[in-house]
């Protein structure tokens, strides 16, 4: 899969390329966005689109459309106050998403596995492929095995659990690049001599890429996408005094011990030498959880890790961010949902062979 992620992030820097070019101040969610969307239509439903100059595409169109939603939607709401009303929604034929973009995705799902079980020849790895291959298996029983639905399903938790997340992440992290050139610029030199001539990224030597680590690592300390988290309780227990009763919703505010004092020393302040080895072992692993912890951590973390990485060493070999009028420093955060700014967060991109932009 790694090779097919490659791809798009070779999409992402021609993309930037263009909008470098113009010397025009550079929103990241938009050029991020369509990395992240080419990357979950490649990986998810084994389709290439250029998703930044192709916004009519079906398949974008609807992904746009399945993503426009609130936490504070009704439907969510009632669900969330009122789980018994999900059957009573669904005899009345009412749904989160339009119906005409879940019949999308389930024609497209049925259109591509239907044509590959058809096509003898070996097809690309994906998460579509693989999903089939699992229905396939004959070490999987029967009632085992997902169904067409499930997979369709699955498909489109891909969207939520990819798009959003990684684009605003990779956002957030060139944000802080731009306003710590030093540190951006000690990163290049570390992708400069695992890559040097701009070589194509490998896997194995992404992962050993201690500095960039260290960097992301503290990127994900500061703005945890997920900025709480919540588990059931499984059993009656008691925790220090305070009784908690089997069912128990347990609310863990990952952003706020992500900068609290008692745990990081100045924790408002950009800082990866936090992550480097020698302090690595003093960090309470139940402070930092960017991804989650324990048994039902994201299921995602590997790939996003590798996805996000890839990104970044692609794009800091050709460009340099910058802060620009247009920068609100310091970001302001949305208080609601997932950790975002309130603001588009808006550079100006420096090209690396001579060209200038924004100077």
């Known amino acids: 899969m790694f090779p097919i992620i490659g791809q798009y992030a ?6 930037l390329r263009k909008e470098a070019e113009k010397g025009k101040p550079i929103t990241l969610k938009d050029v991020f966005g369509a990395y992240s969307m080419d990357v979950i239509t ?6 290439n689109i250029d998703s930044l100059n192709n916004p009519q595409d079906p398949f974008v169109e609807n992904i746009k459309k399945l993503l426009k939603f609130s936490f504070f939607d009704p439907y969510i709401l009632c669900i969330t106050l009122f789980p018994f009303l999900g ?6 034929n009412i749904t989160l998403f339009p119906r005409s973009v879940t019949d999308f995705f389930k024609k497209s799902v049925k259109r591509m596995k239907e044509n590959r079980l058809q096509d003898k020849q070996k097809h690309r790895v994906d998460f579509l ?9 004959k070490e999987t029983d029967s ?3 997902m169904t067409d639905l499930e997979l369709v399903a699955q498909s489109i938790i891909f969207i939520f659990a990819g798009y959003e997340t990684t684009s605003t992440s990779l956002s957030f992290f ?11 610029q000690k990163l290049q030199e570390e992708i400069e001599v695992t890559f040097p001539n701009k070589a194509t990224p490998t896997y194995d030597a992404l992962a050993q890429m201690e500095y960039l680590d260290m960097v992301m690592n503290e990127n994900l ?7 709480r988290l919540e588990r059931v309780c499984k059993k009656d227990v008691e925790i220090n005094g305070v009784f908690i009763p089997k069912g128990t919703v347990v609310m863990v505010p990952s952003f706020i011990l992500h900068r609290d004092s008692t745990y990081w020393p100045d924790p408002e302040e950009f800082r990866p030498e936090r992550f480097s080895k020698k302090n690595q072992d003093s960090i309470n692993p139940y402070t930092y959880m960017p991804f989650g912890s324990g048994p039902r951590n994201c299921i995602g973390m590997r790939f996003a890790i590798m996805n996000m990485k890839l990104a970044i060493v692609r794009v800091l070999q050709n460009f340099s961010f910058k802060p620009c009028k247009e920068t609100q420093i310091p970001l302001k955060i949305e208080s609601q949902g997932l950790t975002q700014p309130q603001k588009p967060i808006v550079l100006m991109a420096e090209l690396r062979d001579g060209t200038i932009n924004g100077a």
């Open 42 to 47: 490649g990986t998810s439903f084994g389709v």
């Open 143 to 145: 009632h085992k095995a």
């Open 129 to 137: 492929q693989l999903m089939i291959n699992s229905q396939n298996s």
């Open 10 to 15: 070779d999409v992402l820097v021609s993309n």
């Open 87 to 92: 059957p009573v929604f669904e005899a009345f």
């Open 221 to 227: 300390r500061l703005y945890p996408i997920a900025g």
């Open 174 to 184: 060139m944000y802080l690049m731009a306003i710590h050139p030093d540190v951006q």
